[in-house]
C-alpha cells in the first residue's frame, strides 16, 4: 500500500485549500482512509475519514463542520475541502489508511489503528 499526501501551501484566515491523498495497493475488501494533522508540540490529531467502499465520512467535531472529505475510487484518490481555515488548522496534514479482509468497516479515530501513513504535507494557516 502506497499514500501520498499532497496540496498543503500557506493560506490566509478564511481562505481554503484542498489535499489529497493518493491511496494505491490495496488488496482485500475494504479500506479506510484517515486524515491526521499534527501541530509543532502536538500530539497528532484526528480530521475525518471516510469507508471506501461505501462512502461513509464522519469529522472531528472540532471541525464545525468546515471541512469535507470525498473519495474517487476509480483515481484511488481522497480529498479533503478544507474551508474557513483558521489559525488554528495550522500542521502537518497525513493520510492514513487501514485495511480489512471485511466489507463491513467502522471509520476509526484512532491513530495508533492505521497501518500505513503518507509522507505528510503543510498547511499553514497566517495572515
Known amino acids: 500500500v502506497q499514500l501520498q499526501a499532497s496540496g498543503g501551501g500557506l493560506v490566509q484566515p478564511g481562505g481554503s485549500l484542498r489535499l489529497s491523498c493518493s491511496a494505491s495497493?490495496?488488496?482485500?475488501?475494504?479500506?479506510?482512509i484517515g486524515w491526521f494533522r499534527q501541530a509543532p508540540g502536538k500530539e497528532r490529531e484526528w480530521v475525518s475519514g471516510?469507508?471506501?467502499?461505501?462512502?461513509?465520512?464522519i469529522y472531528a467535531d472540532s471541525l464545525q463542520g468546515r471541512f469535507a472529505i470525498a473519495r474517487d475510487n476509480a483515481k484511488n484518490m481522497v480529498y479533503l475541502q478544507m474551508d474557513n481555515l483558521k489559525p488554528e488548522d495550522t500542521g502537518v496534514y497525513y493520510c492514513?489508511?487501514?485495511?480489512?479482509?471485511?466489507?463491513?468497516?467502522?471509520?476509526?479515530?484512532?491513530?495508533?489503528?492505521?497501518?500505513?501513513w503518507g509522507q505528510g504535507t503543510q498547511v499553514t494557516v497566517s495572515s
Open positions: 495497493g490495496f488488496t482485500k475488501a475494504n479500506y479506510v
Open positions: 471516510i469507508n471506501s467502499r461505501d462512502g461513509t465520512s
Open positions: 492514513a489508511a487501514i485495511e480489512s479482509p471485511f466489507i463491513i468497516m467502522i471509520v476509526s479515530t484512532v491513530p495508533s489503528e492505521y497501518t500505513y
